[in-house]
């Protein structure tokens, strides 16, 4: 089982970043897909999920407008676009694959997980 995600970095305040979560075909292509994150000093928080088709989503509410989450199943690929950041943003953002089709906010619902972008949005 392999996650990598990327796309991480510095931006300022405003800016946006696209993160990638590249999936392993067999891991992911009948699962759902969601991104935590985890920033300094603080507990792992839910940002987004994914069902496998694509056709559901669902976002904590701290990035709900801001952050878009896709899927490429053709690539085994799902992306987090993420618009106006701030700093409160500034975290590990780490990819992980659910055991079912859905999923929703719980870690305990992931089996597999990435090893983590570090994003950081200066003021």
């Known amino acids: 089982v392999q996650l990598q995600a990327s796309g991480g970095g510095l931006v300022q305040a405003g800016g946006s970043l696209r993160l990638s979560c590249a999936t392993s075909r067999r891991t992911s292509s009948n699962n759902a897909v969601g991104w935590f994150r985890r920033p300094p000093g603080k507990e792992r928080e839910f940002v987004a999920s994914?069902?496998?088709?694509?056709?559901?989503?669902s976002y904590a509410s701290t990035v709900k407008g801001r952050f878009t989450i896709s899927r490429d199943n053709a690539k085994n690929t799902v992306y987090l676009q993420m618009n106006s950041l701030t700093p409160d943003d500034t975290a590990v953002y780490y990819c992980a694959v659910a055991r079912g089709s859905y999923s929703g906010d719980s870690a305990a619902s992931y089996a597999y997980w990435g090893q983590g972008t570090l994003v950081t949005v200066s003021s």
């Open positions: 994914i069902s496998w088709r694509g056709d559901s989503t």
